[in-house]
């Protein structure tokens, strides 16, 4: 067989069961669909911490964010520290990046030739290529300015607050983020060759929020015709209080407001959808789609409603810590769904070893390709550093932090039962607590760990 090729597509915040492979009957995703029933699907899949960046930072590692260090989205990866993007690279690979990388600095190297950029938060929107573009065009993304930098956020017209960012985006299609992102990867695909050894990040800012599909986008969902998801409450429930003022007041959501955001998330994710298939299709027309690894994932999940909360500020719930995760292996096992407990930590040694390339250090993660691969327990943490985990296994979920919580999945599975304090659950929670304790404790060498912590603390300093 030629050598692999590898497609990773990567959408921002999208919430795992919001394609209709994965039983959403409401949003239109036929191309992700049939990419899935090609694939194996994994329905257990959860990323290492539910931020952009420190997400970002495991899949392309293998590193859990308490070992490599890049906490928040202003964080940095010490040089030595080896992705699967500079694994490939040294053995031949072409590698390219185009889309959202979320980084610091903005083009930092993790092992590609070539990056063509389109940022969304950070000084990275400032010094990007898609930015850049806008700006020659005489375009001003006004939409998502307001809703993501806070100099103009705190000054967002009264129309903002009560649509929690939900509405038509300024641009026209052709200068929406996911048009220019869509259209970067189809230029990158035209330089393929035929002879294999290829790997491209494709990588989406939606359906991150602001949600503002372009015309005529916007008008594909009729909020009237939407249901919660499950999970939605009428009124954010006493456990979660505390989060009801996150990036918008949440307490003042209400059914026809949420049912119009998933209208506007829904058109996001159906303007992704085209592309992927276009995306697809051009790998199809030149005979590259059998041997092309293809991956499709997230870097965080969603509220969406789920327990009247909104984006992804709060308790590690299903719907935040789940993530998407298709992957189509060169030569079959098409039309699955697996039900192990996997994380993005698995996605490096997977490719690597799709690819036959070792990696160069220990990794935590598993090799999905291997059916007798899988753990027991899957694990989740938190910024600020270690202030709250999550352990899961396929019938429980304890998480630890101020807010302490233990689920019986099989009985609650919309997690609305906290038996935390419940003797009778002691026995249960027990195994739980020793397997985070054994899973941090666990030694796994990540490469010049002085430098790791020099480059952490110039960028907090920098930060402050």
Known sequence: MKTPNVLLIQADQFRFDCFGAAGNTEVHTPHLDQLAADSVRYPNSFCPLPVCTPSRYSLLSGYYVHQHGGWTNRSTLPTALDTFPKALRRNGYRTAAVGKMHFTPTYLDLGYDRMEL???????????????????AGQVPVV?????EREYRER???????????????????????????????????????????????????????????????????????????????????????????Y?????????????????????????????????????????????????????GEYLGFHHLLLKFGPLYDPLAKVPLVIKYPGGRSGSVDTRLVSLVDIAPTVLSTCDIPPAAPLPGLDLSDPASRREYVFTETHPEGSAYMV??????????????????????????????????????????????????????VPDPAEQQARRQFFADRMS
């Open 118 to 136: 389109a940022e969304q938060d950070g000084p990275g929107r400032y010094d990007d290529d898609y930015h850049r573009e806008l700006m020659a």
């Open 144 to 148: 998502d300015l307001v809703d993501q």
């Open 156 to 246: 967002a017209g009264e129309e903002y607050w009560p649509t929690y960012g939900a509405g038509r985006s300024n641009l026209p299609e052709k200068w929406h983020s996911t048009t220019w992102i869509g259209e970067q990867a189809l230029a990158e695909l035209a330089g393929w060759t035929a002879n294999g050894g290829q790997l491209l990040h494709a990588s989406f800012i939606k359906p991150h929020h602001p949600f503002d599909p372009p015309a005529p986008w916007d008008e594909r969902y009729d909020p009237d015709s939407l249901t919660p998801l499950p999970g939605w409450t009428e009124a954010v429930p006493a456990a979660d209080k505390p989060y009801q003022q996150g």
């Open 248 to 300: 918008f007041r949440y307490d003042m959501l209400s059914e026809p407001v949420l049912r119009r955001v998933m209208a506007h998330y829904y058109a996001t994710i159906s303007q992704l959808d085209e592309w992927i298939g276009r995306i697809i299709a051009e790998l199809r027309s030149r005979g590259l789609y059998d041997e092309t690894m293809i991956i499709f994932t997230s870097d965080h």
């Open 392 to 445: 899961r296994s396929l019938t429980h979920k304890l998480v630890t932090g101020e807010h302490e919580a233990f689920f019986d999945l099989i009985a609650d599975p919309l997690e609305f039962d906290n038996r935390i304090a419940d003797p009778a659950q002691a026995q249960a929670i027990q195994p739980l607590r020793d397997a985070l304790d054994q899973w941090m404790r666990r030694e796994i060498k």
